[in-house]
């Protein structure tokens, strides 16, 4: 089953891509406040459709409103995809519902970061109000968006949290890499494992462990991992894995051996609203079945009806 993502990756996704072509005026255009259709009575508008819409229309032409002329068969084709998504997100909103699934104050934080990084990619305030504009956000309903999304996290992580934290893992390392020029293979190992050896001591011993890493770690991600690596059995090479993997909260390794040096490893306690705010990226599908599988079912249950002017979508219409 494909996985569900939460929905502010798609909108993410449109705000970051360059802006749609326009349409051709050759009907006059839907008001903003025109129901569409209703999902279980809940009114679905022009204002909330088109940008379903428009940034599923992208996909079929590329911003080139030529393409409908020659594929006039595919805008139910878009319709249905559009209805798709729909679909999808009024399910979710009803789990979510129903579940009392609620924004902590932290989620609330994670939610502005995102926000504030958005208008930094785009360098001004005017710019990210303009790209909203171009995609048919306001920033309220933008950040709407991305605050459902987080809660789509928060509910996976609640309901598969016993799964996660028994199969995830958090680390930090001391690299103390091999020299791959050195003439003698046998003398270099043997001069890193004594230097690992005197870093692990320190670190045992209570010396900064984060210090430890900034003078004598040789892992260039760690610095774009201040928080350490969350990772999952298959990701890491399988020697410093299981190295990690058997550790106790708070404990350190003794020197381990990999192809790239040695490594002193520090298993650091699960930052649960770490893992929620980058669920999306670290989880693979197989978290997200149930969620799935729920969706599914409401969208099964689910009452559709559609009002006369959802007969007038068309490309020309829906701007």
């Not at 990084?117 to 048919?136: C, F």
Request: with cysteine; glycine share 4%; net charge negative.
């Amino acid at each position: 089953m494909k996985k569900f993502r939460p929905i502010a990756l798609l909108l993410a996704a449109v705000l970051f891509c360059t802006a749609f072509g326009g349409c051709s005026a050759k009907k006059e255009p839907l008001a903003a406040d025109t129901t569409l259709l209703t999902i279980d009575g809940n009114a679905v508008t022009v204002e909330e459709y088109r940008t379903y819409y428009l940034y599923l229309k992208a996909q079929y032409d590329k911003g080139d409103d030529a393409y409908w002329n020659d594929n006039a068969d595919q805008k139910e084709t878009l319709k249905a995809s559009v209805l798709a998504q729909l679909q999808n997100k009024y399910a979710a909103w009803a789990i979510l519902q129903e579940n009392s699934v609620e924004l902590t104050d932290a989620d609330k934080e994670c939610v502005d970061a995102q926000l504030e990084s958005i208008k930094a990619y785009y360098g001004s305030e005017e710019s990210y109000r303009q790209a909203l504009a171009d995609n048919h956000y306001t920033e309220e309903s933008y950040r709407q968006a991305v605050e459902f999304a987080q809660l789509q996290s928060r509910y996976v992580y609640e309901t598969q949290k016993e799964k996660i934290l028994e199969n995830y893992v958090r680390a930090k390392h001391v690299l103390v890499q091999f020299d791959s020029l050195a003439d003698d293979e046998k003398a270099d190992k043997a001069e890193k494992l004594e230097k690992a050896q005197q870093i692990a001591a320190l670190a045992k011993e209570g010396s900064d462990f984060d210090a430890l890493v900034k003078e004598y770690g040789e892992d260039p991600g760690m610095e774009s991992n201040p928080e350490g690596y969350y990772f999952t059995t298959g990701e890491m090479v399988e020697s410093f894995e299981k190295a990690a993997f058997a550790l106790a909260e708070n404990e350190i390794s003794d020197p381990v051996e990999t192809n790239y040096g040695y490594h002193i490893i520090l298993r650091l306690p699960m930052d649960e609203q770490y893992l929620i705010d980058h669920l999306s990226d670290l989880l693979s599908d197989e978290y997200y079945t149930e969620f799935n599988e729920e969706i599914s079912e409401k969208i099964a249950a689910q009452k559709v009806d559609y009002a006369d002017a959802y007969q007038q979508i068309d490309v020309t219409t829906i701007q």
